[in-house]
């Protein structure tokens, strides 16, 4: 079927939306009409170089929608279900039989992977080109073919123009704390970049007890809507030494975890250095900035830990409808980060991202859907 996909032709090149040719899906696949997606972090990485991946490309790894087709194999979907799309796994690897989805030994292979199973390509252009696809989703697009393991069920009275930041942004922030960090209450934690991933990570810190949240940002913007979510402490890194600052607040002791968000080599080393003894970092954003550490100095001496949370570790099938109780709870208000644009604009969504302006843009891929 012809469908309209916002394509990447190769590094730092704009979205240019073209009309493409979705395959029919295999029989372990579902075809979704994308109601939503959010704008992700990663997808801009990826685009502008960040990260390998082979182009032409349709991202967008944020969907929502309502399922249109089913694969013979699919037993726990059917057409007219609405589903949040987030990534891919095998189910089959040592790590997914132990609930490690996250850490799915195939995932680099289905999440950047260039073709189905069957070895054809998921998008084709009129002249026969091949699109690759990304995250087994590409849902910056009206039209796209998703592995079951991509799916989660959510309530038809559930707007799906908000549901799709919780595929990835919003599953890594809180995942990191909640199964990554796992801080115990009372503890104190900072995290350093509000975006929607650090923001997920504050609101969630919160909900776990946390006493000392602290959140450090250069726009003061952000930093006020951290407040706004909880947030006990704020620091603009732009006038004050964030560290230094930390270590006021918490009477020269650090704090006991921290995330950093913005993948910049300086931030994430602050981070670091913002510990406690015993203290544990968590670096989440896609980079490809490196962190240079000295192991005795920085590590060794204060018995503090670095660890990679990936996916937040989260399993998506449990992980986003406990974030949607939250959210029902008023404990998640994660609609606060949100603004919507239509999905011929996702240029200007995507550099109101890159600058700061916007916190989680959400594009209106179906403009007919109403809630």
């Known amino acids: 079927m012809k469908i309209r996909a916002a394509v990447v032709k190769s590094v730092n090149e704009p979205y240019e939306i073209e009309t493409l040719e979705l395959a029919e899906p295999l029989d372990d696949e579902v075809q979704v009409k994308i109601v939503?997606?959010?704008?992700?972090?990663?997808?801009?990485?990826?685009?502008?170089?960040?990260?390998?991946?082979?182009?032409?490309?349709?991202?967008?790894?944020?969907?929502?929608?309502i399922v249109e087709k089913v694969g013979k194999n699919i037993k726990n979907f059917k057409v007219g279900?609405?589903?949040?799309?987030?990534?891919?796994?095998?189910?089959?690897?040592?790590?997914?039989?132990?609930?490690?989805?996250?850490?799915?030994?195939?995932?680099?292979?289905?999440?950047?992977g260039k073709h189905r199973d069957d070895g054809?390509?998921?998008?084709?252009?009129e002249d026969g080109t091949e699109v690759n696809n990304f995250f087994f989703q590409s849902s910056f697009a009206t039209h796209t073919n998703v592995k079951e393991t991509n799916l989660i069920a959510?309530?038809?009275?559930?707007?799906?123009?908000?549901?799709?930041p919780l595929g990835c942004g919003l599953l890594t922030g809180s995942g990191t704390v909640l199964n990554g960090l796992k801080p115990t209450t009372g503890s104190s934690i900072a995290i350093f970049g509000t975006g929607a991933v650090g923001l997920a990570a504050m609101m969630t810190a919160k909900i776990m007890g946390c006493?000392?949240?602290?959140?450090?940002?250069?726009?003061?913007?952000?930093?006020?809507?951290a407040e706004e979510l909880g947030a006990t402490h704020v620091i603009n890194s732009k006038s004050v030494d964030a560290v230094e600052k930390i270590k006021e607040i918490t009477k020269g002791v650090g704090v006991n975890y921290s995330i950093d968000t913005t993948g910049i080599s300086e931030v994430m080393k602050a981070s670091i250095d913002a510990l406690a003894i015993k203290g544990v970092a968590a670096p989440v954003a896609v980079?490809?900035?490196?962190?240079?550490?000295n192991t005795l100095a920085d590590l060794v001496v204060y018995s503090r830990k670095i660890i990679g949370v990936v996916m937040g570790e989260g399993i998506p099938q449990i992980s986003i409808p406990q974030l949607l109780e939250f959210h029902a709870q008023g404990k998640f208000p994660y609609e606060?980060?949100?603004?919507?644009?239509?999905?011929?604009?996702?240029?200007t969504a995507s550099s109101d991202?890159?600058?700061?302006?916007?916190?989680?843009?959400?594009?209106?891929?179906?403009?007919?859907?109403?809630a």
């Open 36 to 65: 939503a997606s959010g704008i992700c972090h990663s997808d801009d990485a990826v685009r502008l170089g960040h990260a390998a991946y082979e182009f032409p490309g349709v991202l967008g790894h944020e969907g929502a929608g």
């Open 81 to 112: 279900d609405h589903v949040v799309l987030a990534y891919a796994y095998c189910k089959q690897c040592n790590h997914c039989m132990h609930g490690l989805p996250a850490a799915c030994t195939d995932w680099m292979t289905l999440n950047w």
């Open 120 to 125: 054809s390509a998921p998008f084709k252009k």
């Open 154 to 164: 959510v309530p038809k009275e559930a707007d799906l123009r908000l549901l799709g």
């Open 211 to 225: 006493s000392t949240i602290i959140a450090v940002d250069i726009h003061d913007s952000r930093l006020s809507l």
């Open 287 to 293: 980079t490809n900035k490196d962190l240079t550490v």
């Open 336 to 347: 606060k980060l949100i603004k919507f644009y239509n999905f011929d604009d996702i240029n």
């Open 353 to 370: 991202s890159l600058s700061g302006k916007t916190i989680k843009p959400v594009l209106i891929v179906d403009r007919s859907y109403a």
